[in-house]
């Protein structure tokens, strides 16, 4: 740990930082230009008052319990073809998923709340992976494949497919202000939805919130 400390130059840790301030701006003026958009949202809702999703089976009332932190836009958004590899060093982008649903989910070895829902996380795609579903959780830690994929043992949630972004390119690219950030993404390619932090994603209520992703078209 201490030669890795030693490796980073200051100036290495300035750029790095510009980048995260600079998409945590870019997540605030992307949120507010959704908010103009689209439907006022409340802090709390009903099911007799929350506005469906445009495409159907999503509503925010699937923001609950441990999901009520989790953001379902009131219209999908678009999103960049984000690239990054397999942990044998393929080149993949977001649109090789085209025709199924989501969960992008981005960390860090050295994020301790990553750690903590990793194990969730690879339950969720136990329980609900399959050629329509899949957890892409995307390693942007430095180290590379190999320290990503024994912290991925480690916590217990080898049964993700490694994915690898080591660089910051992926961050400023999903807006996503710290870590963990996991988005839901349907068949088109496009956001329905995201959380900033971590979450039970075992719950039953993550489940729900997947099941009504796969059961739109």
């Known amino acids: 740990m201490s030669t890795e400390k030693k490796k980073s130059s200051p100036l290495a840790q300035i750029a790095a930082g510009l980048v995260i301030l600079a998409a945590i701006t870019g997540y605030y003026l992307y949120?507010?230009?959704g908010r103009k958009a689209g439907p006022a949202e409340t802090a709390v809702e009903t099911p007799a008052t929350a506005a469906p999703a445009a495409?159907?089976?999503?509503?925010k009332t699937l923001s609950t319990g441990t999901l009520a932190a989790f953001l379902i836009h009131p219209e999908p958004k678009p999103l960049p073809d984000i690239a990054f590899a397999d942990g044998q060093g393929k080149p993949l982008k977001l649109s090789d998923w085209k025709g199924r649903v989501v969960l992008v989910n981005l960390?860090?070895?050295?994020?301790?709340?990553c750690r903590k829902e990793m194990p969730d996380l690879a339950k969720l795609q136990q329980e609900l992976g399959s050629d329509q579903f899949e957890v892409v959780a995307v390693s942007v830690d430095r180290k590379g494949a190999?320290?990503?994929?024994?912290?991925?043992?480690e916590t217990g949630a080898d049964a993700l497919s490694?994915?690898?972004e080591p660089s910051t390119k992926i961050v400023t690219d999903l807006q996503s202000a710290g870590l963990p950030a996991t988005i839901l993404v349907d068949r088109q390619g496009r956001e329905l939805g995201r959380l900033l932090g971590p979450a039970?994603?075992?719950s039953p209520e993550a489940q729900a919130l997947i099941k009504a992703a796969l059961a739109e078209k």
């Open 55 to 59: 495409q159907g089976g999503l509503s």
């Open 107 to 113: 960390w860090a070895t050295w994020c301790a709340p």
């Open 146 to 153: 190999e320290a990503s994929s024994s912290f991925l043992k």
């Open 200 to 202: 039970h994603w075992a």
């Open 162 to 164: 490694l994915y690898v």
């Open 31 to 33: 949120e507010a230009a």
